[in-house]
């Protein structure tokens, strides 16, 4: 195990999507004048916009991804040492987007009716906290062991480890939820194969993750902030409907959606991105004691996606 103080090694992949090895540069890597130098990078939280390592775009599907990253075990690594007592004190915001997230995913799935869902990447359980209250027997895995004592200490059901190694058995869930998680694990081809395992027929399976093809993006360019160290692949409506179809599933919907943000939380990420807007803004929010409330974002680069499980 690489120790959490030092870089762990890179390697070089082949595309996740159609497996060529036949890429060119995207953007090319900001690691040496960023500096980072530790594991921080990969926390939900962390504010790092514009620190990675090269990406690049394969030229037989257009998919992107970063290149070379972190070996596949280093970055299970990096996320079971992971702790992030930030993303406690945004909980309220979250706790909004997640109620958000969950009338849509109702009207797609159905009542809960004490069915099983599985949220991958649960981090402290916000989402199942908020699905269990719901009326769903609602489940969590999680590789950081911090976030799960966090979550349990809770009385929520959690499991350490990732989706591909919890043990759950096949047909097992209704619903599986993926909250701003593709976009991390090293393999997601493999993690969306693990996900139409666990789900019986006619299973429901949500995705949320960035798009890179969205206006915004277009847009910022280099200077998009979801381009990040631990970001290690970026869909687009595209080779995401074409993965999540490698892996047996039939998209049914996708669409934009935003998230809700604490003022406080909201101007930290702005002052990170551009600290000369930000700094003032703090200072406002601050002096009018309104760090708290909570801001309705969506700029259109956050998309969720509905699938349903083929071959049932």
């Known amino acids: 195990m690489t120790s959490p103080a030092s870089k762990p090694p890179l390697e070089h992949i082949r595309c996740n999507l159609c497996g060529a090895d036949d890429y060119e540069l995207h953007i090319p890597s900001t690691l040496e004048r960023h500096k980072q130098a530790d594991w921080n990078a990969y926390a939900c939280t962390n504010s790092g916009y514009g620190c990675h390592g090269p990406i690049v775009r394969c030229k037989r599907c257009g998919f992107v991804y970063a290149d070379p990253r972190p070996q596949s075990g ?28 969950l009338r849509p995913l109702e009207r797609f799935t159905g009542p809960a009716n004490g069915r ?53 058995p096949d047909a097992y869930f209704s619903v599986v939820t993926m909250w701003d ?55 687009s409506r595209r080779t995401l409907t074409a993965m999540l179809e490698r892996a ?20 930290s990420r702005v002052t990170a991105l551009l600290p000369s807007l930000g700094r003032p803004l703090e200072k406002l929010v601050t002096w009018l004691h309104l760090r708290r409330m909570a801001l309705r974002i969506n700029l259109g680069d956050l998309f969720t996606t509905y699938a349903r499980k083929n071959g049932s």
Not at 74 to 101: S, W
Not at 193 to 220: C, K, N, Y
Not at 248 to 267: D, E, I, N, P, S
């Open 74 to 101: 280093d970055v299970l690594d990096i996320y079971e040492a992971v702790q992030d007592p930030l993303y406690v004190e945004e909980r309220d915001g979250r706790i909004l987007t997640f109620e958000h997230h």
């Open 116 to 168: 099983r869902l599985l949220d991958v990447g649960a981090h402290t359980g916000v989402f199942v906290d908020i699905a269990t209250r719901h009326g769903w027997d609602a489940w969590g895995v999680e590789p950081s062991t911090w976030a799960v004592e966090q979550a349990r200490a809770q009385g929520l059901q959690m499991r350490l480890g990732t989706l591909e190694n919890a043990g759950f």
């Open 181 to 235: 998680v593709i976009e991390h694990v090293p393999d997601p081809l493999s993690t969306l194969q693990a996900a139409w395992r666990i789900l019986e027929p006619g299973g429901a399976l949500i995705v949320h993750t960035m798009d890179i093809d969205s206006l915004f993006s277009r847009l910022m360019g280099q200077r998009w902030p979801w381009y990040m160290e631990m970001h290690l692949f970026y869909f």
């Open 248 to 267: 047996g599933f039939r998209v049914m919907w996708m669409g934009a959606q935003g998230r809700y943000l604490q003022a406080g939380y909201l101007t």
